[in-house]
T-cell receptor
C-alpha cells in the first residue's frame, strides 16, 4: 500500500494559464475525492467519484474546474484560465465504501 | 456561525504533557467524527474515526464525542515532539454523504523537548 499519490507536488503558473493535476488512489479504493485547502483553513470538499462516475460537485467548483476519472482508477483535476484566488493546496483522497478517507500529500498551486 | 468551530491555537506544551484538543459543531446531523494530523506541507493523516457518541482509545490517543453538547475532543497522553503538527477535526452526516467531510480550521500544536 503506497497510499494516495499526487503529482506534481508544487505547480507555479501565471494567471490565465491552464493547469492539470493527477491523483492515483489506493488501488483497492473505488471512491475518490478532491478537496481544496487554503492557508489557515481546513480542507473543503470539491467533488467525488465512485468508480468512473462523478456523483457530486461542490458549488466551489466553478465552470473553470473539471475533474475526470476515465477508467475508475486515477483522476485528473484541470483548472482553466487560472486566477490568483485559485492558489491553494489541492488534496486528493480515496476510500472504500463506508470507510474513512485517506488523503494524499496534495498539489500546492501558486498562481502569479 | 461556521458549522465546525476549532480554536486555531497555537498551543505549546512541554514533552510528556497531556494535550486536549476540541471542536464544537452546530449540525446535529453529523454522525461520523474524525481527527486528522497534518504536518507542514503534507496531507492530512487519519488518526481517529468514531461513530456517534462515546470514547475511543488508540495508544496515546483518546477521542471523545458528546453529541448532546455537539462537542468532540482529542486527548494526547505523554506528548512527544513528533506530535508537533496541526490537528484537524472533521465530521460528516453519514449515510450517502459520509464522504463529504466538514473540517475545522485546525489547531497548531508544538511539543517542546
Amino acid at each position: 500500500d503506497t497510499g494516495v499519490s499526487q503529482d506534481p507536488r508544487h505547480k507555479i503558473t501565471k494567471r490565465g494559464q491552464n493547469v492539470t493535476f493527477r491523483c492515483d488512489p489506493i488501488s483497492e479504493h473505488n471512491r475518490l475525492y478532491w478537496y481544496r485547502q487554503t492557508l489557515g483553513q481546513g480542507p473543503e470538499f470539491l467533488t467525488y467519484f465512485q468508480n468512473e462516475a462523478q456523483l457530486e460537485k461542490s458549488r466551489l467548483l466553478s465552470d473553470r474546474f473539471s475533474a475526470e476519472r476515465p477508467k475508475g482508477s486515477f483522476s485528473t483535476l484541470e483548472i482553466q484560465r487560472t486566477e490568483q484566488g485559485d492558489s491553494a493546496m489541492y488534496l486528493c483522497a480515496s476510500s472504500a465504501q463506508g470507510a474513512p478517507l485517506h488523503f494524499g500529500n496534495g498539489t500546492r498551486l501558486t498562481v502569479t | 456561525q461556521k458549522e465546525v468551530e476549532q480554536d486555531p491555537g497555537p498551543l505549546s506544551v512541554p514533552e510528556g504533557a497531556i494535550v486536549s484538543l476540541n471542536c464544537t459543531y452546530s449540525n446535529s446531523a453529523f454522525q461520523y467524527f474524525m481527527w486528522y494530523r497534518q504536518y507542514s506541507r503534507k496531507g492530512p493523516e487519519l488518526l481517529m474515526y468514531t461513530y456517534s457518541s462515546g470514547n475511543k482509545e488508540d495508544g496515546r490517543f483518546t477521542a471523545q464525542v458528546d453529541k448532546s453538547s455537539k462537542y468532540i475532543s482529542l486527548f494526547i497522553r505523554d506528548s512527544q515532539p513528533s506530535d508537533s503538527a496541526t490537528y484537524l477535526c472533521a465530521m460528516s452526516e453519514g449515510g450517502g454523504s459520509n464522504y463529504k467531510l466538514t473540517f475545522g480550521k485546525g489547531t497548531l500544536l508544538t511539543v517542546n523537548p
